[in-house]
Every structure is written in C-alpha cells, then in structure tokens.
C-alpha cells in the first residue's frame, strides 16, 4: 500500500514543477520572516528573484548545525514562538541545545511523511504497532506516534526502556511492528532468551529501526533472530524527527519524501554536488515546513543517492544507508575508522555479540593507541583461556586487516558493556588534541 500514491507515484515532469513552485515559496517566506536568512541571502548577493526552478537551488547558501547554535533559542524561526505547537530541545554535549519547533501545520506533515514511512515498510491501517523509541524531547516516539496515528494503526506507546515489560506486551498484545533502535531490538533478543521467549515466536513482523547507524550484518541478525523484516527508518530533529526516509519492503534505499524534503548529495570540501551513486553529505531543503523551514541544511551524514525507479512504484530518489558522518568518523593516527567497520567484522566472527567498545587514547608524546572490547557469549567465555586467546587473535588480526591500524582486542563477559535503550555509545575517545 502506498500512503500518498498522488505524490510519491507523481510523474518527474510535474514533481519538478511541484518542486520548484515550493522552492520559490519557501524562499520568499523565510526571506519575509526570518531575518537571519535575509541577512545571509543579502550578504550572499542572492535574490528571491533568482529563485525559478528547483536547480536554482544550488545558488542558495547553506545552513549549518552551528547557525542553529548560534540563533539560540528561536533565531531561526520563522514563526515567532507564539505560533508553534510543539517544541523539542536536543540536549547539547557543547555549546548551546539544538532547538526545533512546530507549527499545527508541521505536526500534520509529521503524521503524513511517518505514514508514508510506515507503510513503505508494510503496515497497514488497524495493524498494531509497539513503539519503543523514547517519547520525550528525542523526536522517535512521538514522531511515529504522530504517523502511526495518522495511517489509523493501534498504538502500543512502550517508549524506551523496561525491557521485561516491553516483552511481555508483546507476548500478551501481538502487536505486528516494533518500532526502535536496532541496538534495542538486539538487546530485547538477549533479554527474551533470558526469560524463556524464543524470539522466533513473537508476533512482530515487521520493524521500523533507526536513529543510530546500523549495517547488513545487524539487519540480517535481526531478521534471523526475530524473524521478521527489518527496514530502516532515517530522519533528524532539525529536519523533522524520523519520516524525511523510508526503505520499502525491497530494501533497496531509503526512499526520499522529496516533495517536502528536497535532498541534495555533494562533496563535503568543495560543496558540489557529487554524481548518482557517489557517496557525500546529504543536504535538505525542507519545502513545506513554517516554524523552522531550513535552506540547505547540512545534515553531515553520508550517503549515495540514485533516480533510478524503484520496484515498487515510488518515483522518488533513494538514498543509501547512512555511511558514515563528516564529524564522527574517528581519525586514529591519520587514517579514517568508522565504528560500522568493526561491527561488520565481529558479526562474522562466531562466538562475539554485536557489542563492542572502541577505546581510544593517546599517551603524551606517543601514537593513538586503539582497544577494542568485545563481548563474547557464555558459551565462548566458559571456554579455556587458550581458546579465548586465539579467539582475540582471530579478531585483532581481522580488524587490522580492515582497518590498516594496529589494534588491542580485549574480550569482555557477556554483558559488561553498558546497554543503552536509545543510541548505543560505540567510541569512547579519550584523546586530549
Ligand atoms: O534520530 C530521528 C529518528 C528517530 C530517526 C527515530 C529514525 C528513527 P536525531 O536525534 O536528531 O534524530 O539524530 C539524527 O541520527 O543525522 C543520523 O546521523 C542518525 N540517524 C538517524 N536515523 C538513522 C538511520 C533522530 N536510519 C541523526 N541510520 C542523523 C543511521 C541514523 N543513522
């Protein structure tokens, strides 16, 4: 079932007309009311006038994370506070919290995209969906709320958290898609097995995961071990909450909601854009939105993007899973980790769990030096130390051979590495530069 088959089936011709009518408009409307944006279109030299088509775009500046740092609490806006609904307030590690806010009309489009998302996954109204992603200020729980709602499905409000009782709600209510992190569906699968749940037998056939990085390897453990689809669910704050993209059930990308999230891939250095299929950052214009509309935002994630059409019938571009981030990728003595990289070699490893921790540190004067706890399961631990010692050199060897840096792997005992029940924190970077 496509949710908004009119626009999400719509042919390119009218999509570009569409598109560049929505450009000019919500140009015009932060030019009006946003003065920060007519500012820094006036110091850019670009007019409103200079906006007729969606691929004028690109003479349009960019907007960072830091502009919205630096506009706290409300200088982005370009609705005053007054006219919002709902505001979310991300909670800084440095610097001021990102603040995002919604208009009655945005919390609408919030329902719309989540149900165009939720469908691409396969519900369908009157199912019932458990969402444990956290309500609160993270924009998961009440964004899937909104879009759960909207497509007509029954509502299990779990939030994050209290795993036995997540379980049990299941066993009792039979909802048939769970919504959350990846990490959290793998962590309930080491919890059911504790209690006696053969994870199996649940009722969840189908899940919504994202808000964290995520690879193959773990959608495939995760389908295994539930026994269920896994499609991946991709979205940010500053943009809306989860819904700006969505894989269908062939699981080929992400489909775009680019009527209203128009993206751009370009090269993180020059800002160009890159070709189809190439990876770089992932730019969106935000076409509809009022409270805080943003030009070009800069979002930092990486991806590829193609137009090729999809089996499905959605006529809109696909991006690939997160790659990758412009910020978050680790420089460990001059050569680019990414944590995703360890995940995929100790899920083909037999014996580790897809828990781990990267340590990095660096003694004054001396090169990075780089350890890896993993966590290996009972049955491996209850092994002869021999055994366990090979088993580190199996991995170091391997993560070296992926990574080009000499590594320390310590295995750990299962469960020793703190759980989270929202985004897992996978790099513990101890390095004063
Ligand atoms: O994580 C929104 C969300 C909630 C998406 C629930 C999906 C499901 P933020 O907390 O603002 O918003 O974090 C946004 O998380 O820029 C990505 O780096 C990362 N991220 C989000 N979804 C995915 C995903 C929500 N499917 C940041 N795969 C983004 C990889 C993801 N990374």
Redesign the pocket.
């Known amino acids: 079932m496509i949710w908004n088959e009119k626009l999400e089936c719509m042919d390119l011709e009218n999509m570009k007309n569409l598109l560049s009518e929505r450009l000019r408009k919500i140009v015009s409307f932060v030019d009006k009311n946003c003065p920060l944006y007519h500012e820094r279109f006036k110091k850019t030299g670009v007019s409103t006038d200079d906006i007729k088509t969606i691929d004028d775009i690109r003479k349009l500046p960019f907007t960072t994370k830091l502009d919205m740092r630096d506009s706290y609490p409300f200088g982005l806006f370009s609705t005053p506070s007054t006219g919002l609904s709902e505001i979310h307030i991300?909670s800084g590690t440095t610097g001021n919290p990102t603040v995002v806010g919604y208009t009655k009309d945005d919390l609408k489009l919030w329902g719309e995209v989540v149900a165009r998302a939720l469908c691409c996954a396969g519900a369908k109204p009157k199912d019932r969906i458990q969402i444990a992603?956290g309500y609160g200020l993270?924009?998961?729980g009440l964004?899937?709320h909104y879009g759960a709602m909207e497509l007509g499905l029954t509502i299990i409000p779990t939030s994050s958290g209290q795993t036995k009782r997540q379980l049990k709600i299941m066993q009792d209510f039979k909802p048939r898609i769970l919504a959350c992190t990846p990490s959290y569906a793998l962590y309930m699968a080491d919890e059911a097995g504790e209690i006696g749940i053969d994870p199996r037998e649940s009722s969840w056939e189908i899940g919504v995961?994202?808000?964290?990085?995520?690879s193959e390897s773990m959608r495939s453990e995760i389908e295994s071990t539930w026994n269920m689809l896994a499609t991946?669910?991709?979205?940010?704050?500053?943009i809306i909450?989860?819904g700006v993209s969505q894989e269908c059930t062939h699981k080929d990308g992400l489909h775009v909601f680019w009527d209203v999230f128009y993206p751009e891939v370009i090269c993180p250095e020059t800002g160009e854009p890159v070709k189809d299929g190439e990876p770089g950052e992932l730019v969106i214009t935000t076409l509809t939105k009022q409270g805080i509309p943003l030009i070009r935002y800069r979002?930092?994630?990486i991806v590829s993007m193609t137009h090729e059409p999809c089996k499905c019938g959605r006529t809109s571009p696909r991006v690939s899973?997160?790659l990758g981030?412009t910020d978050d990728m680790i420089i460990v003595r001059g050569i680019n980790v990414f944590p995703s990289q360890i995940e995929h070699v100790l899920l083909g490893i037999e014996g580790t769990e897809p828990h781990y921790q990267l340590i990095i540190d660096r003694d004054k004067g001396q090169l990075d030096k780089v350890e890896i706890h993993v966590e290996v399961n009972e049955e491996i631990f209850s092994d002869e130390i021999k055994k366990l010692r090979q088993l580190e050199e199996t991995i170091k060897r391997e993560i070296e051979s992926v990574l080009s840096i000499g590594v320390k792997v310590k295995l750990v005992e299962p469960r020793t590495i703190a759980r989270s029940e929202g985004k897992a924190k996978r790099v513990i970077d101890k390095r004063t530069l």
């Open positions: 991300s992603y993270f924009t998961g964004g899937l995961f994202g808000a964290e990085p995520w991946d669910i991709y979205g940010l704050s500053e909450g989860p979002t930092r994630d899973r997160i981030r």
